[in-house]
């Protein structure tokens, strides 16, 4: 049974930090790639920043040159670190797990709010 355990989050000041984590497991193929996506009520879940197996990365570009995204998949292991935060960036963010095959998997959610 795969399962994602997020970590991080939580109440950070306009124009500080956070770093969230997400580490899978019960997986049984290779991870293809794994990322982070968030979401605020009446909106649809939107694109933060993913990373491949090959270290390719692709970013929302409201969060270009402030977030970081990084991984470890020896660790089954992803990391967003955002700088810069703005209030805007308040929103509640899923960890995405892609495997080599069948369907991809969501964490339950960790809340980032900026106070602003």
């Known amino acids: 049974q795969v399962q994602l355990e997020e970590s991080g989050g939580g109440l950070v000041q306009a124009g500080g930090s956070l770093r969230l984590s997400c580490t899978a497991s019960?997986?049984?193929?290779?991870?293809?790639?794994m990322g982070w996506y968030r979401q605020v009520p009446g909106k649809q879940r939107e694109l933060v920043a993913t990373i491949t197996a090959d270290g390719a990365t692709n970013y929302a570009d409201s969060v270009k040159g402030r977030f970081a995204i990084s991984r470890d998949f020896a660790r089954n292991t992803v990391v967003l670190q955002g700088n810069s935060l703005k209030p805007e960036d308040t929103a509640v963010y899923y960890c995405?797990?892609?495997?080599?095959?069948?369907?991809?998997?969501w964490g339950q959610g960790t809340q980032v709010t900026v106070s602003s």
């Open positions: 995405l797990l892609a495997l080599a095959a069948g369907r991809p998997y």
């Open positions: 019960g997986i049984s193929y290779s991870i293809n790639a």
